[in-house]
Nanobody
Framework: QVQLVESGGGLVQPGGSLALSCAAS????????MGWYRQAPGKQRELVAA???????NYADSVKGRFAISRDNAKNTVYLQMGSLKPEDTAIYYC???????????WGQGTQVTVSS
């Protein structure tokens, strides 16, 4: 059974930092592209950041320079370090695991991030 379990969400003030984690089980973690997506109320889900099995990263323009994605294949965990947070970063953040070329694509349940004073 595949599970992606996010943690670390919460309420933070503008300009603050927050770190998200996603622990995966039931998959061969090292072969998956891991990604963080987010969905704000009334908006479509969008890619925030992704990291390949080899460590190559990709970021949405809106978070470049503020967020950092990383992975620990030994711990089957992907991280998202978020800094200089803005109110527009408020959303539910979802972890995604995708094995490119196979159609295997899994989602976590999401964690709420709220940036507000």
């Amino acid at each position: 059974q595949v599970q992606l379990v996010e943690s670390g969400g919460g309420l933070v003030q503008p300009g603050g930092s927050l770190a998200l984690s996603c622990a995966a089980s039931g998959i061969t973690f090292s072969v998956y592209v891991m990604g963080w997506y987010r969905q704000a109320p009334g908006k479509q889900r969008e890619l925030v950041a992704a990291i390949t099995s080899g460590g190559r990263t990709n970021y949405a323009d809106s978070v470049k320079g503020r967020f950092a994605i990383s992975r620990d294949n030994a711990k089957n965990t992907v991280y998202l370090q978020m800094g200089s947070l803005k109110p527009e970063d408020t959303a539910i953040y979802y972890c995604n695991a995708k094995w490119v070329g196979t159609g295997l694509d899994y989602w976590g349940q999401g964690t709420q991030v709220t940036v507000s004073s």
